[in-house]
């Protein structure tokens, strides 16, 4: 017998939205509101693995605001850069400003196709030339695809990078886990309890610039107050990363290809900014938070004129063992 897959206009926190759905999986997005994910429901274990707005309120954003004074929810696209800055690259756009976390999570996207199980939406750039569309679609009842393809619209080339923000609830039981290649992270936030940006620190496991041990692979309560943003050093090329929940014995699994993505960005906040723990997988094309820092280290991709890209993820959820 096969699993049926739904696609169905739908509300969110009075907002318009769609949902995909399978008999293991809700996916909700808000086309209206950056084309944030604000769900990923897995039913066979009862678990909501995207963070709430809890106490903020939800609604579209006003272009060029401040994200982490927003509802700090779900999954949002990060283009193109996540830090705020500049625009690097010299030619007609050198200078141009480029918000905070990008621009796409704060622009309404259009309804391109919904259809054949599959939603297709699409944002057109203001700061650059160029239009993003992102296809979600469920391979399988526990296999959810997105697709991501880049158009460069403009006459000269243009530099950018894209993030994937997933912001996932986090607990007591709930581990990040890599591949065994990872040995060590790098440092990208200049913050007391990690020094400054390029310090490298052993995984799963560290002391930080205070003195303490710190398990890089866990999110301590948001009593903490604490956050850090580490990347998996660039010359170590990974496909996957995962969050297990031990206690209850079922996971969730992000899979790429390098070649495509060749980085990840952990950002884990415990407390600094949201008000419950969050682990973000950051899978990106950019090494660094800064498009600017991504430009001068020849870490991004650089479009030229008609250029279209392609890149994919997936996002697998299980019971029992991760998968190698």
Not at 73 to 90: H, L, V
Not at 119 to 141: F, I, K, N
Not at 163 to 185: C, K, M, N, W, Y
């Amino acid at each position: 017998m096969t699993d049926t897959i739904t696609l169905t206009p739908s509300e969110w926190r009075e907002q318009p939205a769609w949902a995909l759905e399978s008999d293991r999986l809700r996916v909700v997005t808000t086309p209206g509101v950056g084309a944030k994910i604000v769900s990923i429901y897995d039913k066979a274990a009862g678990h909501e693995w995207l963070v709430a707005p809890a106490d903020r309120p939800f609604g579209p954003p006003a272009y060029g605001a401040t994200f982490i004074e927003q509802d700090m929810s779900g999954w949002d696209e990060m283009f193109p850069t996540i830090k705020a800055c500049a625009y690097p690259q010299p030619g007609p756009y050198a200078g141009a400003a480029l918000p905070d976390h990008g621009e796409v999570w704060a622009l309404p996207w259009e309804v391109v196709a919904a259809e054949h199980g599959a939603l297709t939406l699409s944002v057109e750039g203001r700061a650059l030339p160029y239009r993003l569309a992102r296809t979600l679609r469920l391979d399988d009842p526990a296999t959810l695809r997105l697709s991501y393809t880049v158009t460069h619209s403009g006459a000269h080339p243009i530099a950018a990078l894209w993030a994937a923000h997933p912001q996932f609830s986090a607990g007591d039981a709930t581990r990040i886990a890599l591949p065994d290649t990872v040995r060590e992270l790098y440092n990208v936030r200049d913050i007391p309890d990690w020094g400054a940006w390029g310090l490298r620190y052993p995984w799963p496991r560290a002391r930080n610039r205070r003195g303490q041990w710190v398990d890089l692979d866990r999110v301590a309560p948001p009593e903490s107050g604490t956050c850090r943003k580490l990347y998996v050093p660039p010359e170590v090329a990974i496909g996957w990363a995962a969050l297990v929940e031990e206690r209850a014995g079922h996971w969730l699994r992000l899979e790429w290809s390098p070649q495509d993505v060749p980085y990840l960005g952990l950002w884990v906040d415990e407390g600094a900014v949201n008000s419950v723990r969050t682990a973000a997988l950051e899978i990106t094309t950019g090494f660094h938070d800064s498009l600017v820092t991504a430009w001068e280290k020849r870490a991004v991709p650089v479009l030229a004129p008609g250029e279209r890209r392609t890149w994919e993820v997936l996002l697998r959820v299980g019971t029992g063992p991760l998968p190698g």
